[in-house]
T-cell receptor
Framework: DAKTTQPNSMESNEEEPVHLPCNHS???????IHWYRQLPSQGPEYVIH???SNVNNRMASLAIAEDRKSSTLILHRATLRDAAVYYC???????????FGGGTRLMVKP | NAGVTQTPKFQVLKTGQSMTLQCAQD?????MSWYRQDPGMGLRLIHY???????DQGEVPNGYNVSRSTTEDFPLRLLSAAPSQTSVYFC??????????FGPGTRLTVL
């Protein structure tokens, strides 16, 4: 199974950018990189995904290393509502089965 | 659209009891799945379905049954509840592999 490695927790100040790293050294050429987040007492929520190129959407940006063995989720201005657990997931062969790891717990300080 | 709905929100069972967790989606998604999340852990896939009449096992299927008679509904049955099945259960659906939509979860306690 393709696995990801993320720090257990990170802290950020409100209104500052946050860079959440993820290592996925065993990634295959057809595996997409997905990010989900889970706010307290809620189900996971899709954030962003990509294959090779960097991606931007209204929630975040995804920067993918040239060798695809790591990626970084960028929140441009953290708010208190962004405090959540962020999961970096490899979508094997662009299928529908997601394997969640432990994720990174992001704490945002006012 | 209501999205993905799950009932009940909370349930307490005694060991050996059976019950069905309900999941429904109104987005006409082909793919549906069930996950469980133990305290402080990530989600683990129990069963999934790629369309009506088709189901398959995920990472932790033992003790659970599913069926998919319609596109909208994907119930999860616990045959004989055990304390090890105490967890929060999430249902998800998707149309493509790009984005899965998760329900609010069912918190199950087995005594």
């Amino acid at each position: 199974d393709a696995k990801t490695t993320q720090p257990n927790s990170m802290e950020s100040n409100e209104e500052e950018p946050v860079h959440l790293p993820c290592n996925h050294s065993t990634i295959s050429g057809t595996d997409y990189i997905h990010w989900y987040r889970q706010l307290p007492s809620q189900g996971p929520e899709y954030v962003i995904h990509g294959l090779t190129s960097n991606v931007n959407n209204r929630m975040a940006s995804l920067a993918i290393a040239e060798d695809r063995k790591s990626s970084t989720l960028i929140l441009h201005r953290a708010t208190l509502r962004d405090a959540a657990v962020y999961y970096c997931i490899l979508n094997i062969n662009a299928g529908n089965m997601l394997t969640f790891g432990g994720g990174t717990r992001l704490m945002v300080k006012p | 659209n209501a999205g993905v709905t799950q009932t009940p929100k909370f349930q307490v069972l005694k060991t050996g009891q059976s019950m069905t967790l309900q999941c429904a989606q109104d987005m006409n998604h082909e793919y549906m799945s069930w996950y469980r999340q133990d305290p402080g852990m990530g989600l683990r896939l129990i069963h999934y379905s790629v369309g009506a009449g088709i189901t398959d096992q995920g990472e932790v299927p033992n003790g659970y049954n599913v069926s998919r008679s319609t596109t909208e509904d994907f119930p999860l049955r616990l045959l004989s509840a055990a304390p090890s099945q105490t967890s929060v259960y999430f249902c998800a659906s998707s149309h493509t592999a790009n984005e899965q939509f998760f329900g609010p979860g069912t918190r199950l306690t087995v005594l």
